[in-house]
């Protein structure tokens, strides 16, 4: 079973500053990773699919990066409605969720 | 536009049976090849992956919930059903359904709003 495990727990950040968010797989996944995110009350919003692929609707800001085990999501200029938990994803394993505040 | 609307009772009982349903709307459940699953979130915890049932009718499920999960189609409702039996209080959570493309890690594109679901006597 595909352990990922997401860090850190809780990144504090400025509005317009950049944001690493990093996941680790136990095993390769190879490019077989997507980054959600979810505010409070909603349900889970697909950022990035394949690990790089933007969903739908997702602004450029959100990029993601990585294969293998190493993964990052990078949001290159944080507005005020990207502070949420992000979450990765490997078909049938989570990780265990970054939350991004305002510093 | 795909769209899953999640349902069932809100407060179940010890040991008894988690019912839920997932409708589906936008789309035929029975068509393309995607994944149907149900994933579950305790409150102001990470998100748990329960099982899901694909198009042609396999099913996975989390090891840690096989024992106790059943996951089916009703193509004539364009629905599919979570069943979770003797139920404790850790299963109290919000509940989705949503659905996956198969490959690619199997993201899910489209997910319903949720229901909360409390164990409690």
């Known amino acids: 079973e595909i352990v990922m495990t997401q860090s850190p727990a809780t990144l504090s950040v400025s509005p317009g500053e950049r944001a690493t968010l990093s996941c680790r797989a136990s095993?390769?996944?190879?490019?077989?990773l997507a980054w959600y995110q979810q505010k409070p009350g909603q349900a889970p919003r697909l950022l990035i699919y394949?690990?790089?692929t933007r969903a739908t609707g997702i602004p450029a800001r959100f990029s993601g990066s990585g294969s293998g085990t190493e993964f990052t999501l990078t949001i290159s200029s944080l507005q005020s409605e990207d502070f949420a938990v992000y979450y990765c994803?490997?078909?049938?394993?989570f990780g265990g969720g970054t939350k991004v505040e305002i510093k | 536009q795909v769209q899953l609307q999640e349902s069932g009772p809100g407060l179940v009982k010890p040991s008894q049976t988690l019912s839920l349903t997932c409708t589906v709307s936008g789309g035929s459940i029975s068509s393309g090849s995607y994944y149907w699953s149900w994933i579950r979130q305790p409150a102001g915890k990470g998100l748990e992956w329960i099982g899901r049932?694909?198009?042609?009718?396999?099913?996975n499920y989390n090891p840690s919930l096989k024992s106790r999960v059943t996951i089916s189609v009703d193509t004539s409702k364009n629905q599919f059903s979570l069943k979770l039996s003797s139920v404790t209080a850790a299963d109290t959570a919000v509940y989705y359904c949503?659905?996956?493309?198969?490959?690619?890690?199997?993201?899910?594109?489209?997910w319903g709003q949720g229901t909360l679901v409390t164990v409690s006597s």
């Open positions: 949503a659905r996956s493309p198969r490959g690619e890690g199997d993201p899910l594109f489209y």
């Open positions: 095993q390769s996944v190879s490019s077989n």
């Open positions: 049932i694909y198009t042609s009718g396999s099913t």
């Open positions: 994803q490997q078909s049938k394993t």
């Open positions: 394949g690990a790089s």
